[in-house]
């Protein structure tokens, strides 16, 4: 192989790994700081969503989970941190889209 060759392949490879990182890496750690944001802010009181779709109301939280409340029947169950989907509660801190 030529030295111009070898130079072909490396900017071919580095272009290719700037795209993987643009169209796959980047977006999903943007995903994680949000979610990780939303978990944050969660309060007691709050209405949530899971994703096994529970509807239900923050009684205590924890350093991983939160307890629960449904809203149909009163009962309480722990919910981990990662299963949460959507805080239903609008802050008034929090930035209208």
């Not at 009684?59 to 941190?81: M, P």
């Amino acid at each position: 192989m030529q030295a111009g060759q070898i130079i072909y392949i490396v900017v071919w490879v580095a272009i290719i790994g700037l795209m993987f990182y643009f169209l796959m890496i980047r977006p999903q750690k943007k995903k994680q700081k949000e979610e990780q944001k939303l978990r944050d802010s969660i309060q007691v009181g709050d209405e949530l969503l899971t994703i096994g779709g529970i509807h239900g109301r923050v009684v205590s939280i924890k350093e991983d989970s939160f307890v629960l409340e449904s809203v149909a029947d009163h009962s309480k169950f722990k919910i981990a941190n990662w299963a949460i989907s959507r805080n239903l509660t609008v802050h008034d801190d929090a930035p209208a889209k």
